[in-house]
């Protein structure tokens, strides 16, 4: 028996590692698509160019041979949901990172609303909750033809078949009551804009009193303070002619001895 055979890098990785633009838009798609690691977002661009190089080869040259290989690729991308059946090669130049991660697993499982979220999706592919078709699939990177994406269920072997199951997502219709809350909203905005007058009335009529109120003690503050200054206008003099005699009698003193 020989050797097992050598496996092939199924990505690239980019040129350069340090570029800020490339770095964020990078994580924003690992948010948004519920990726673990950046191989895997890799993996899907690597698919991408694959395609895109096989697009520019193909139009470059006009044989038999190329003609097959055209037709080949276009039903491969269409069976893919990549592109529709009637486009050209010319459509596959515009395809987009995200037009290949929408046709993971993971992802159609979420948008089919049979997962609440995409690491829930992820978490029952990886444990073989998910078959297409006779055959369980363990890996969210799949490329999910458009002919067998009715085929996508719940594996007979697990308990998510069961449509009880208190993980199995709950689809509710949205409900139509938003206009009718609006018309309350306004009915309660007018009722407030009409009632705000009254008080502003009712407000006026006691500033008054207040004021009157206020004054009458701040004219007998002002008595007692004027009171309150002449006396210590008169008790100055008698203070510094105590504090002179006191003076003449130290200089005496001191003289004597």
Do not use: C
């Amino acid at each position: 028996m020989g050797s097992p055979k050598k496996q092939k890098k199924k990505f690239s990785k980019p040129n350069h590692p340090w570029q800020k633009e490339r770095i964020l838009a990078e994580q924003e798609l690992l948010k948004s698509y519920g990726l673990r690691r950046k191989y895997e977002l890799w993996k899907m661009n690597t698919i991408l160019k694959n395609f895109t190089k096989q697009a520019k080869n193909l139009t470059a040259t006009n044989n038999k041979q190329v003609e097959k290989e055209r037709n080949q690729l276009l039903t491969k991308l269409s069976s893919l949901g990549l592109i529709g059946k009637d486009s050209k090669i010319g459509d596959i130049l515009s395809l987009t990172l995200k037009d290949i991660l929408e046709r993971r697993l993971q992802t159609v499982l979420f948008r089919k609303s049979m997962a609440k979220s995409f690491n829930q999706a992820r978490q029952l592919i990886v444990h073989q909750h998910i078959s297409l078709g006779d055959r369980t699939i363990t890996s969210p990177s799949f490329l999910v033809p458009s002919g067998k994406e009715s085929e996508i269920q719940f594996a007979q072997n697990s308990a998510f078949v069961n449509a009880s199951h208190p993980e199995r997502v709950v689809i509710e219709k949205p409900k139509k009551a938003k206009p009718a809350e609006k018309k309350t909203e306004e009915k309660t905005d007018v009722k407030k804009e009409e009632k705000k007058p009254k008080p502003a009335e009712k407000k006026e009529k006691p500033k008054a009193e207040k004021k009157t109120e206020e004054k009458k003690p701040a004219k007998k503050e002002d008595t007692k303070e004027k009171q309150v200054k002449e006396k210590r206008k008169a008790q100055k003099p008698q203070i510094k002619k105590k504090s002179q005699k006191l003076k003449k009698k130290r200089y005496k003193r001191i003289k004597i001895n």
